[in-house]
């Protein structure tokens, strides 16, 4: 996989549009295809705002997935994990000349793209904050360099795949440990995903306020056991100190989450706090989860009152 036929964004939200136009800026053309729409392809001007008061402005061509009866090349993967089994079955009718990216928070998200005959099936965690501005304009920040590791295919295609979407102000690299990465900042998303949304509050909360971060301090030391009782050694000082670097960083920006339920949209609570606890259950631990199960329902009812008052409003 030296070159890439094709390279296209599957899902245009904040991350979507956002690596879309860096990569055109770096000169790698990449095309959106977007999952709920049945309107015809269009150019789209997209305004990208970067934390050192960067604006990058591209075209960015954006077609509904329905619209593309063959596909060949390389698909990121940025929309909501929850369209993961309608995303398999669609993209598995080109399964051969498809390399898949998956760039989704969470745990266990990748299962229903495995062993459906993809080229190469690989998992991104994704280091980087985005927030819909308005329509067409973006923030994104990155945190820290975001690594890719290969789940099913071929050895050398994920190193590849890191070089072609690498861009000076998002940057990838090549990561045989994946799953621990996974795991690491799938406890991370456990934090963030559930506390801000609760306290309506920014991902800066954590850096400012010693007794959100003891909260968080306690989901963690909550987490780590079923991470370890799966097969993945994590450090839980690690873990938090990541928890201070990415709420320092985004102080101001809103998490995925909270965004989800502010535009009255469906959350992926269920990748996060919720499998953590299935896994636990799976595993027949004994390891108390509450305060992880507690946040995470509470966070799945907040945001279905949001959808519920939305369609009373209808």
């Known amino acids: 996989m030296k070159e890439m036929s094709a390279l296209f964004i599957v899902g245009g939200g904040a991350i979507g549009f956002s690596l879309a136009a860096h990569l055109n800026a770096s000169g790698k053309l990449a095309e959106v295809l977007r999952i709920h729409t049945s309107a015809e392809g269009v150019t789209q001007k997209i305004t990208v705002k970067s934390s050192d008061g960067c604006v990058l402005e591209q075209s960015i061509i954006s077609k509904p997935l329905s619209s593309m009866r063959s596909i060949k090349g390389l698909l990121l993967i940025t929309a909501k994990a929850n369209a993961n089994e309608y995303l398999a079955d669609v993209l598995s009718k080109n399964a051969s000349a498809i390399d898949i990216v998956l760039m989704q928070n969470g745990i266990g998200i990748e299962r229903p793209f495995l062993n459906k005959g993809f080229r190469s099936v690989s998992r991104c965690v994704v280091y980087i904050t985005a927030e819909k501005i308005q329509e067409g304009t973006y923030t994104a920040r990155m945190v820290k360099p975001s690594p890719i590791g290969l789940l099913e295919g071929i050895d ?22 994946i799953q621990y990465q996974v795991w690491k900042k799938g406890i991370i998303n456990a934090v963030f995903n559930s506390i801000c949304p609760l306290l309506d509050t ?10 959100i971060m003891a909260l968080a301090a306690n989901v963690v030391k909550e987490c780590v056991p079923v991470a370890n009782q799966a097969g993945i050694e994590i450090n839980q000082e690690e873990i938090i100190e990541g928890i201070h ?38 595993l027949k631990m004994k390891t108390d989860l509450s305060l992880t199960r507690v946040l995470g329902v509470l966070t799945i009812k907040k945001a279905a009152i949001a959808i519920n008052d939305l369609s009373v409003e209808k």
Request: proline share 0%; aromatic share 8%; net charge negative.
């Open 245 to 282: 670097a990415i709420s320092k960083i985004s102080a101001g920006q809103l998490i995925s989450t909270l965004q989800d339920i502010k535009a009255h949209r469906e959350t992926e609570m269920n990748y996060f706090n919720m499998e953590i606890c299935r896994l636990a259950e799976e």
């Open 156 to 177: 050398e295609k994920t190193t590849n795949i890191a070089d072609v979407i690498n861009t000076k102000a998002l940057c990838f690299y090549n990561a045989s440990d």
């Open 202 to 211: 920014d991902n800066g909360i954590f850096d400012r306020d010693e007794a």
